[in-house]
């Protein structure tokens, strides 16, 4: 090792699902919306000058977050925008999370959270979930330099009430408390309300999922004025001109199109609750998802073979080879036919894992 | 103050330069390209099928990093893309900068470098730059935890010489050094071919200045695989999907267009010697420019008058209101049009200013 990778900032990095580059493959393993996005969106793109590319953005991105703020009816000063809702949560990790104390969050949980908490030497704690995988607010009472879990969890799918999550946020004053809001849209109830309540409160959300943009890369989050001139500092301290003229163009029509929002939301959340029926019939178990996959479970084939062979008819879901979650596969709600395709392709491996 | 705020990393944030949302301007003070994108970036983005908005960008950014590996003549392997070249920067202070030793960079030079050691916990040390503004290479001889400057330099514009460069490079085995060339194609010569001979050399450049696009925020950075490799693990560690789909294809079309490229520089050269020759005659002295800017200072009127007035006229340029350099204005390189209008302005404000 040569001397100057002495002072080199060692970590084992995030590993996202795959994208795989070959064409007609049905793909059901990074929660990607299987509907377009907005034509208010591809209106913008095809309205934007190209001229345009060669000045800086607004720094502020305020086109973007004036069409947020108004959508959800808060402040601009509420509002903070990034790459992406990983570079939201990144930078809130950042600004938020330097107390000596272990931040929490649990053990069965976005796997993103403890890469953050390494790569910036934060101590951090995980928290067991219930065996039924749900969070047990109690356990958030300790002493801890921050909190933070998904809601819906993942890759569980399992919604918590408004009220456990108010519970956690009271019995912690002293602590920031992310809530991790990137699933909320598929049946779930934000807890935006209560950024007015409690000065510690972001509430983190993203375009990648109900909104069908992964490819553009927003991220948003709400808290108090005090909340986001902190982050805002810290985001100006590390990169000041995040979001390109393209995105914050295509972001700001498509988060106005509430229509379309609603409409594919609750296409998704209908295809979800048949998968519900047709998964149970296949013998599969799963906790109640109230987001856009499923996390489910044969009772007698292994996570892995499924995994393997749906891979081999071109379907690509989620496995994870770790400890209590590798039994499962996380399955994304693509079309309807997406998952007719899917459903047959079970069945075929079913019955031949069963002979 | 709230206990919760004892955990917030505080910090005093970069301040970019003033983004007028006034048309009919001329915008001379952030060092953008006044011509458009080459074609080809306007054309990728016809092309691109705004379907795909809906699906994660390949995390790798192949597409883009192919690119620039192919046009430079380097191996992917060698290559690493940010959100704009301080997306680039940011990263490899958190990658390379941990030591307990200072880094060092100019007294003079980006003002961002300072902040990304505050906001990072780097220790750090201004070095003084001689009387006309060089660098020199003695003074990096010293311990140290890294070593930056931008080449040229910024604000003056003074262009380093490789074998100048070379020197602090082969001084320093244990320090890896980043050497800053977003302003290297109006006159200079990239160090890049150093990469194959120091493993600790970084060379980062942009799309922002000579590829006209800083709107699109593509910075890209060249080293050994061995480099490129840890800043990759650290940035997966951060934010995994930082390029979007747009700005992949955009950016992979332009960095192909050598014509365009090497055409536009040319004009913005010219352009800039006919204006140290007029900035000469108005009364201005300031260090040779290789950049697409001129660090001028006037030999009577004061910089902070000149600034304003060309502000009342609608033309902006920088101005720092800092030791040393709040006699200076940063001039960025227009088009001759623009250029004529910054002469005629200066002409009457330097003559009212005289009386």
Redesign the interface.
């Known amino acids: 090792m ?13 590993t ?1 699902g795959e ?1 795989p ?1 070959e064409k007609n493959i049905i ?1 059901l393993n ?1 929660n ?6 907005s034509p208010a ?2 209106a913008a ?2 309205a ?1 000058d ?10 502020d991105a305020a086109e973007l977050v004036d069409a947020i703020a108004e959508t959800y009816r808060v402040k601009p000063e509420q509002v903070f925008v990034g ?2 809702s ?2 939201v949560i ?1 930078m809130a990790f ?6 000596d104390k272990p931040i929490l969050f649990p053990d069965i949980t976005y796997s993103f959270y403890d ?2 908490a ?2 910036y030497g934060i101590p951090y704690k995980r928290i067991p979930l219930t065996a039924d995988f749900r969070i047990n607010a109690g356990d958030y009472s300790q002493p801890n ?2 909190i933070i879990f998904p809601n819906p969890n993942a890759p569980t799918g399992v919604l918590e009430s408004t009220e456990m999550i108010e519970s956690v946020i009271k019995a912690n ?4 408390v992310i809530i991790d809001e990137a699933y909320i849209d598929f049946g779930g109830t934000s807890v935006l309300p209560l950024i007015e309540k409690y ?2 409160l972001l509430v983190v959300q993203t375009f ?1 999922k109900s909104r ?6 927003i991220g948003f989050a709400f808290g108090s004025k ?1 909340l986001i001139k ?1 982050m ?16 914050i163009k ?1 972001g700001a029509a498509a988060v106005r199109d509430g229509e379309y929002f609603r409409a594919t939301c609750a296409k998704i959340i209908g295809t979800r609750e048949n998968a519900k029926k047709r998964l149970s019939q296949l013998g599969f178990t799963f906790p109640d998802s109230m987001s856009n996959f499923i996390f489910a479970k044969h009772k007698t084939a292994s996570a892995k073979t499924i995994f393997e062979e749906l891979k081999k008819r071109k379907i690509f879901v989620r496995y994870w080879n770790k400890p209590i979650i590798c039994d499962y596969l996380r399955i994304t709600i693509g079309t309807d036919n997406d998952m007719q395709a899917l459903y047959d392709a079970l069945e075929e491996i079913l019955k031949e894992a069963a002979k």
């Not at 040569?2 to 995030?14: A, D, F, G, L, M």
């Not at 805002?232 to 995105?247: A, E, G, I, P």
């Open positions: 040569s001397s100057w990778e002495n002072n080199v900032r060692k970590v084992v990095p995030y996202p994208q580059k793909k990074t990607e919306n299987p509907y377009p996005p969106a591809k793109l095809e934007f190209s001229d345009d590319m060669r000045l800086y953005p607004a720094p790459v992406g990983d570079d990144s950042m600004t938020f999370f330097n107390s890469v953050w390494e790569v330099g921050g004053p002293d602590s920031v000065e510690n990648s069908n943009m992964a490819g553009m890369r005090k902190y805002n500092d810290v985001k100006f301290s590390v990169n000041s001109y995040t979001m390109n003229r393209v995105t295509c």
